[in-house]
C-alpha cells in the first residue's frame, strides 16, 4: 500500500480516532521489523483501538477499511508533512546552536563568564547543553 515514517503514521492513527470516537493505544514501544510492512499492517500490529464510550476492543478488519480510506483523503498532505519533518530536524540542530551563543554573548555582557557544557549526545536531542555561569 505504502510507506510512511513514524509521525504520518501515528497522524493517521490519531485522525482515525477522532473521527470514530476511539482511543489508540500503543502496543509496543519501538515498531522493529515490522516497521516494513503495509500501513494497515503496521497500525494494527502497534495499535489497539477501543471505544470511548463502552472500551470495546475493535476488530482490526474495520479499521483495516478505515485506514485506506483516511490515507487516500490525506495522502498528498502527509508528503508535505514528512518533507517539513525532516527540514525541522535538519535545521534543528543548528538553530539550536545559535541560540545557545547568543545566550552566551547576552551573558558575558551582563558580566558572567558563561562556560557550555555537553550533558549528552546530540544524537539524544539537540538542547544536549548545559550555560554554567560564574560572576
Do not use: W
Not at 16 to 26: D, F, M, W
Not at 56 to 61: G, K, P, W, Y
Amino acid at each position: 500500500m505504502m510507506s510512511l515514517f513514524r509521525f504520518g503514521r501515528r497522524c493517521i492513527v490519531e485522525l482515525l480516532a477522532s473521527k470514530n470516537n476511539l482511543e489508540a493505544k500503543k502496543t509496543r514501544r519501538k515498531l522493529g521489523k515490522s516497521g516494513n510492512g503495509t500501513l494497515s499492517e503496521i497500525i494494527n500490529e502497534n495499535f489497539q483501538f477501543r471505544h470511548k464510550t463502552n472500551g470495546d476492543i475493535v476488530q482490526n478488519s474495520v479499521i483495516h477499511e478505515k485506514i485506506s480510506s483516511v490515507y487516500q483523503t490525506y495522502e498528498t498532505n502527509l508528503v508535505v508533512l514528512e518533507l517539513l519533518t525532516g527540514l525541522q530536524s535538519f535545521l534543528q540542530l543548528p538553530l539550536e546552536l545559535l541560540i545557545l551563543c547568543d545566550k552566551i554573548l547576552h551573558l558575558q555582557e551582563l558580566g558572567f563568564r558563561p562556560v557550555l557544557k555537553r550533558i549528552f549526545e546530540p544524537l539524544i536531542s539537540p538542547r544536549c547543553f548545559l550555560i554554567s555561569c560564574n560572576k
